[in-house]
């Protein structure tokens, strides 16, 4: 996440047996679903899993200078294992990500990522990224409603996306989420707020 929210949460670092657990207790595989894409094709919507660390690095190794710079705020070619750890070992409920995949087995390669992170008792910061060939086709939009409705089920109020104000698809996204929302903008980034308590 970027580090333009402030926290009240901090989060443990999960091993690999803790994060398989959590995956597990929290019944993570019974969400899987297809995806059909506003052009008809069809790809496969799930969580995040521990063993996701090397298709994750893959999925940001594909992904343009200007792509990564929209989600990280700089540039950042390489994410480094630790990084990519930290990004798959979840506890699903404080922390939760939904990934858009193709391929099965060992061909599967992740195309996108929704995320969000508790920030306080009622609020998380989103964010989101989707392989360049993959944008404009509402992986995204798609991702973002499921992603919203499992916040919303577990008590989450308020969902906060903050970007570079330049990032005209992420503020689409988040104007057409179906949620009332508001947004600030200082020093060239938009704070978005959606209030996910009532639909918009």
């Known amino acids: 996440m970027n580090s333009t929210v402030s926290t009240l949460y901090k989060p443990a670092e999960l091993d690999d047996s803790a994060a398989w657990s959590a995956y597990q ?21 799930r969580a995040i899993r521990p063993d996701d660390a090397q298709r994750l690095q893959a999925f ?12 990280y705020f700089r540039a950042a070619p390489v994410l480094y294992e ?3 750890r930290w990004l798959t070992h979840l506890d699903y409920d404080n922390r939760m990500a939904l990934v858009a995949t193709t391929g099965e087995g060992a061909d599967e390669r992740i195309i996108a990522v929704v995320r969000y992170e508790r920030v306080t ?3 998380a910061e989103l964010a989101f990224v989707v392989e360049d060939r993959w944008q404009g086709r509402g992986i995204s ?4 409603a499921r992603l919203l409705a499992y916040a919303k089920a577990r008590g989450f109020e308020t969902m906060v996306a903050v970007t570079l104000a330049t990032n005209v698809r992420m503020r689409a996204v988040m104007v057409h989420a179906g949620y009332p929302v508001t947004s600030h903008y200082a020093d060239g980034c938009l704070t978005l707020t959606l209030d996910i308590r009532r639909a918009g």
């Open 121 to 123: 008792a009622s609020e």
């Open 25 to 45: 207790r929290a019944e993570m595989a019974a969400i899987t679903q297809t995806l059909r894409l506003r052009d008809g094709e069809v790809v496969t919507m």
């Open 141 to 144: 939009t798609a991702l973002l």
């Open 60 to 71: 940001h190794a594909r992904l343009s200078s200007d792509t990564i710079v929209m989600r």
């Open 82 to 84: 630790k990084d990519a």
